[in-house]
């Protein structure tokens, strides 16, 4: 096997101390693993900005505020070491949470305005668990840059807000969403959908895409392409609208126009028992 799997925080440390004495920049991407095409499209972007990848997988239980969610969160890690090294990282961190947050842990990081609305309003201490364990894992690894993914937009621009106000070292880089062929943004979460219900978890997609060619086609009020996207989810049964928002990309609060500034739309909605995100750029 030609990737390392550093099991321990020591092996880790060893592993990045050596990294450093070589010279070598790396690239990291956190995941909570159960990867897919939109994980490897971050190690890929990863790879062309640095020299070494290392990706951690750690399913971090304090970003969970529902523990029915953390049980089910799907786990393969053999699955995933063997797709990270066809993909050529270098090493992959599998820390315990006992090894993460030992007996007298008490520490933690927040970020205060972008963590307010959306996920932040929906999924209390969910920000404050990320914020915490994306800290950690940067100190341990030290990486040049990291990369995180646009389908997690409110969770991407926390963190840059959190490298900017806590001067880390390192460059985050952004991965563009990623989609299955049908158009659903790539979740770990979606192998839990049963066909109807992806069926109807489709549409968010699909109102999103309708929404954006409206504004496309000259209509700039935020109420109505938000009436777009409403419309093609109010009356499907079992799906349950929890926001959509067009935002400003920088503060991530609403606007009633779509202007010049970067804007984007969100949707977060549940679909049966599962929670599912999207967003979609109207302008960059
Ligand atoms: O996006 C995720 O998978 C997680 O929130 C992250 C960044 C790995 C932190 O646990």
Redesign the pocket.
């Known amino acids: 096997m030609n990737i390392k799997v550093l099991n321990t925080i020591k092996e880790l440390r060893a592993y990045t101390r050596e990294l450093q004495i070589q010279g070598h920049k790396t690239g990291f991407v956190?995941?909570?693993g159960y990867l897919h095409e939109g994980h490897l499209s971050l190690v890929d972007l990863a790879a062309r900005r640095s020299d070494k990848v290392l990706v951690s997988i750690?399913v971090?239980p304090t970003?969970f505020n529902d523990p029915k969610d953390l049980e089910a969160y799907p786990v393969d890690l053999e699955r995933d070491i063997s797709l990270l090294e066809e993909r050529g990282v270098s090493a992959v961190f599998i820390p315990t949470k006992e090894m993460i947050y030992g007996k007298r842990h008490q520490s933690a990081v927040s970020v205060s305005s972008l963590t307010a609305l959306w996920e932040g309003a929906d999924r209390p201490g969910h920000f404050e668990g990320?914020t915490t364990?994306?800290s950690i894992l940067f100190h341990l690894v030290k990486p040049a840059c990291a990369v995180?993914?646009e389908k997690?937009f409110q969770?991407l621009r926390v963190i840059e807000q959190m490298v900017e106000d806590l001067h880390f070292d390192l460059e985050i880089i952004r991965g563009p969403l990623v989609r299955e062929s049908d158009g659903l943004a790539m979740s770990s979460r979606n192998v839990r959908l049963s066909e109807s219900e992806r069926q109807k978890a489709l549409e968010i997609s699909r109102g999103l895409r309708r929404a954006l060619a409206t504004y496309q086609n000259g209509e700039k009020e935020a109420g109505k392409l938000l009436g777009v996207v409403r419309a093609g989810l109010e009356n499907l049964v079992d799906v349950k609208i929890a926001y959509l928002a067009i935002v400003s990309e920088d503060t991530l609060k609403p606007v009633e126009f779509v202007e010049d500034e970067a804007t984007r739309m969100l949707a977060a909605a549940q679909v049966g028992k599962i929670r599912l995100i999207d967003n979609i750029a109207l302008t960059s």
């Open positions: 956190p995941t909570m750690f971090n970003q990320v364990i994306v995180f993914g997690d969770q």
